[in-house]
């Protein structure tokens, strides 16, 4: 009997020590003259992690664990802070091989549905990830025509065929409800004060998709091998949505390359970080992205250094049958290190052109950097005037320019 009891002794303690835990100081750096709200505090995982608690002092932060590459091993942590200008703050991050990630609210969402054809009662099966081989349009297939991606501002979908343009999701309250709209709000809802869709983004870039560029019209992604749509993650914190073509051939002269497109929204952000990230370096390839030049009074406003936006009244779907005509603004920042000029698409259709405003970009390497971001006239909490939303345009690039400072030990 102590034999056993010994041995089992020497079993427990050998599980508490490769449940190993570590911990580590991050200082977050405010280098901005103005205060931040929300701003996401990013730490890359180099051991494996299954669990993770965030303090400042004695005050517990939700934090999210991300697995990008779905290889099952945690890759990256990431928590919210506001801070206060040229703020510092110090946070405890104890990081673990046992156990699970905690449960905190969720607050972003993220979506793919197969589209149930049921008239009654449709059921749409939800899924993480889609692969559409070349030549097929999936459009009608997929619930509700691409992926989703939800905060409690803002909402978009990327849609599935080969615009993959983004589309646009305004709320009227600061909470979620895509998931009981499905991005199709009935008049009932629209009473009760859900969100909809506000934008009509045709063969265009939408909110600020990435397309190739021949001089003078954007190229899309009709020649792939394939087009893979995945929710890489959602949570208190964040939501990832990749897009994956694979074997895409801009021009018929051009090398195949792979290219994933990552959408990443935090929570209480209007703005979408996109990473892109090519299989080898295309200093080849020209490229585009922009925004949708809003048919109805259209405005513009461009720095001709990387930032551009616009103000104008939208219809979706382009049928004021079934949607109002609402008021939005959309904005783009590409960096210096990727941006090279402004342009302009149209393709002449008299009764609604496809149009938009077009940043020309590209980059030496295999990766590229940028941000979009929308607002919407049914926002109660949103800008009133295209002057308040180019100003706010400002702002936002200024200080995406003077990113916080992170340090761990």
């Known amino acids: 009997m102590k034999k056993l009891t010994a041995l089992l002794t020497m079993l427990g303690l050998a599980t508490t020590l490769c449940a190993a835990e570590k911990t580590l100081k991050v200082k977050a750096?405010?280098?901005?003259?103005?205060?931040?709200?929300?701003?996401?505090?990013?730490?890359?995982?180099?051991?494996?992690t299954t669990s993770a608690v965030v303090k400042r002092g004695d005050y517990e932060i939700p934090c999210q664990l991300d697995d990008l590459n779905d290889d099952g091993i945690n890759d990256e942590l990431s928590f919210l802070t506001d801070m206060a200008a040229n703020e510092t703050q110090e946070f405890t991050v104890t990081l673990s091989s046992d156990g699970s990630p905690k449960a905190y609210d969720k607050r972003t969402y993220g979506y793919i549905g197969i589209r149930d054809r049921s008239e009654k009662e449709p059921k749409h099966q939800r899924i993480n990830s889609v692969t559409f081989p070349k030549d097929t349009n999936p459009y009608n297939y997929i619930y509700p025509h691409g992926a989703v991606m939800e905060n409690d501002?803002?909402?978009?979908?990327?849609?599935?065929?080969?615009r993959q343009s983004i589309d646009l999701y305004g709320h009227r309250h600061r909470k979620m409800d895509i998931a009981e709209t499905g991005f199709y709000t009935t008049p009932l809802q629209r009473l009760q004060g859900y969100g909809e869709d506000v934008l009509y983004t045709g063969s265009t870039y939408g909110c600020g998709a990435l397309h190739g560029w021949d001089g003078k019209n954007a190229i899309m992604f009709e020649n792939v091998r394939n087009t893979t749509q995945t929710i890489v993650c959602e949570g208190p914190v964040r939501t990832i949505v990749d897009i994956t073509n694979k074997a895409w051939r801009p021009t018929p002269d051009c090398k195949p390359v792979d290219i994933v497109t990552r959408y990443i929204l935090y929570y209480g952000h209007r703005d979408v970080e996109v990473q892109v990230k090519f299989s080898r370096p295309v200093p080849d390839l020209q490229l585009s992205t922009g925004i949708v030049d809003i048919v109805e009074g259209s405005e513009e406003f461009s720095d001709k250094a990387g930032l551009r936006g616009d103000w104008g009244r939208a219809?979706?779907?382009?049928n004021p049958k079934v949607y109002d005509t609402i008021t939005v603004g959309l904005g783009i920042y590409v960096p210096p290190a990727y941006y090279k000029s402004d342009s302009h698409y149209t393709d002449g259709k008299p009764r609604l052109p496809n149009q938009a405003y077009v940043q020309v970009v590209g980059t030496k390497n295999d990766s590229l950097h940028y941000w979009f971001t929308a607002t919407s006239h049914i926002e109660i909490f949103g800008f009133s005037n295209k002057d308040a939303w180019f100003q706010w345009l400002r702002e936002w690039k200024e200080e995406l320019e003077k990113p916080i400072i992170i340090n761990k030990e």
């Open 29 to 48: 750096t405010n280098p901005s003259l103005k205060s931040r709200s929300a701003v996401p505090v990013v730490i890359k995982l180099d051991s494996e």
């Open 315 to 318: 219809c979706a779907g382009n």
């Open 153 to 162: 501002i803002i909402g978009f979908r990327v849609y599935c065929d080969h």
